[in-house]
């Protein structure tokens, strides 16, 4: 039991979970767990204001994944296999997904993927650029292809070192680099 990828060509982001949770795999949805601060930050943002507008909805959730691609969003993970915990992956599962990820990155090319959290992206990093200085949150100096490399704070609840109104500031910073407007509306 896993999510699907929910990948195509020509995509301005993609977001990368560590790996699905038992609960969002059984849902069929990314971030689907209701304490989960993804949808509620990531619709507070200027990044998801083009999708909000054209899908008539202040607020956007699980039951959206899918349809954010048509607004040039994705999603995957790090490793599909769900667990209830992202402590239950070990470093071997880590190495062998992030082949698969480096793969799926290179072939569909959006302009900038965006890990969740740094226990995803510390492992990837590892494997294939061991050499880069410790990786911090933002802008990453490795990119795969075109695509530029984001680390952002994981939003689930476990993380308490990022407040909601933070997240939605590192989804703002996104929108940025992709050269949205930073002014909000209303």
């Known amino acids: ?57 202040e607020q956007l959730t699980p039951v959206h994944d899918a349809t954010l691609l048509d607004h040039g969003i994705g999603f995957t993970d790090v490793v599909k296999r769900a667990t209830a915990r992202a402590d239950e992956l070990d470093a071997d599962e880590f190495a062998a997904a992030t082949l698969d990820l480096v793969a799926k990155l290179e072939n569909f090319q959006p302009r900038i993927a965006c890990f969740h959290g740094m226990m995803g992206y510390r492992p990837f990093v590892r494997l294939h650029a061991p050499t880069l200085p410790q990786p ?25 070192h990022a407040s909601p109104a933070m997240q939605t500031e590192w989804y703002d910073r996104i929108a940025a680099a992709l050269g949205k407007s930073v002014f909000r509306s209303g």
């Open 136 to 160: 911090v949150l933002g802008e990453q100096t490795l990119c795969i292809g075109r695509t530029r490399l984001f680390v952002i704070p994981n939003p689930s609840p476990a993380n308490a």
């Open 1 to 57: 039991m896993t999510l699907p990828d929910l990948l195509r060509d020509g995509l301005d982001i993609v977001f990368i979970g560590i790996n699905p949770s038992l609960y969002s795999a059984a849902q069929g949805h990314y971030f689907a767990r209701k304490t989960n601060r993804f949808w509620p930050a990531f619709s507070r943002s200027i990044l998801s204001a083009p999708a909000r507008r054209s899908l008539g909805v």
